[in-house]
């Protein structure tokens, strides 16, 4: 679901992807992908970036939020978001495949916008604003998916970038994360349900905090049970009865890792997670530049030599 390496690209088919849309659906296709990752939807108030030495910009922290702030939040441009999805919707359906809609999750758009540090003191000084924003995000996302529903353009899966924990545990308790976030995405996730539309997350780090909220929601998915903070036959044997789980391999060692290593990981993960079915074999969070074209040919061999097709 998340990769952005152009040599890889390249060797697909034949051009970076960059930002643009209608190649991500084309290397969808040539990968024998599902489903084309064609556009995606994401409300933040106070993120920062800044740009380094080389000109590059880079993500540089949250800002305080105020209720002035976000009473005077500007409405989102719907239309902008529907001509970026249109024509890549259409191309993925031409070629056969699903179409993919990313939404930002409102704990990862208060954590990014915000700032994790002001996000945990807010729980305990300002938990009013904090909700309200909360709420805000969540009412943005639903006009958004509603204008696709109502183009009759609507995705065939909805993902939510709803990164909320770290490597040892949740970014907040299970019970704060319920309290904030339970009511505002809950009325999201109807939307969905009403429109039959399976909606899936996506977070980092260790999940068992998070994954029985969400399955009490209704969410058919969940990527990528980071190898690094889970096990994934635990995660399987606890919620793969209800969830069906991405992912699982480590970017570092698809990008420093020896092609025979790959192969064999690759394998194995896909052995442990294919166990009574809803598994599908990906890596646990992006394949970046770092990883050479032969390592991410050596992990789909490792894939297809233990997978059921």
């Known amino acids: 679901m998340f990769f952005g390496n152009p040599a890889v690209e390249e060797h ?7 930002s643009d849309l209608q190649a991500r659906v084309e290397l969808a ?8 990752p064609v556009g995606s939807f994401g409300q933040m108030l106070g993120s920062r970036h800044e740009f380094a030495s080389d000109g590059t910009g880079h993500y540089a922290g949250g800002s305080e939020l105020t209720r002035e702030a976000l009473d005077s939040w500007p409405e989102p441009d719907l239309e902008m978001y529907m001509e970026r999805y249109l024509p890549p919707a259409r191309l993925a359906r031409s070629l056969g495949l699903l179409v ?7 704990f990862h758009s208060a954590a990014t916008g915000i700032g994790m540090e002001r996000v ?3 729980v305990y000084d300002q938990p009013e604003l904090l909700a309200d924003y909360m709420r805000e995000v969540e009412r943005r996302n639903r006009l958004m998916l509603q204008a696709l529903l ?8 909805v993902i939510f970038d709803a990164d909320c924990a770290f490597k040892n545990s949740m970014m907040v308790s299970p019970a704060d994360y319920r309290r904030f976030t339970h009511e505002p995405t809950n009325a999201t996730c109807e939307l969905l349900q009403d429109a039959s539309i399976p909606f899936m997350m996506h977070t ?13 929601m209704g969410c058919a998915g969940a990527h990528g049970v980071e190898k690094q903070a889970n096990e994934l036959a635990e995660i399987k044997q606890r919620f793969g009865d209800r969830l069906t789980l ?15 290593d790959i192969r064999r990981d690759a394998a194995e993960m896909v052995r442990v997670g294919k166990r009574g079915g809803r598994y599908v074999a990906a890596v646990n969070t992006i394949v970046g530049p770092e990883a050479p074209v032969e390592n991410y040919l050596a ?5 297809d030599s233990a997978a059921d097709y």
Request: charged letters at 20%; proline letters at 6%.
């Open 299 to 303: 992990f789909i061999e490792g894939v």
């Open 204 to 216: 980092d780090g260790k999940i068992d905090g998070v994954y029985p909220l969400w399955i009490e």
């Open 150 to 157: 109502d183009a009759g353009e609507a995705p065939d899966v």
């Open 120 to 122: 945990c003191l807010m």
């Open 29 to 36: 296709s040539a990968l024998d992908w599902g489903w084309g």
């Open 12 to 18: 697909f088919i034949g051009r970076p992807v960059g």
């Open 100 to 106: 993919q809609f990313f939404v930002l999750h409102c």
């Open 246 to 260: 991405f992912g699982n391999f480590d970017p570092g060692e698809l990008a420093m890792g020896s092609a025979e």
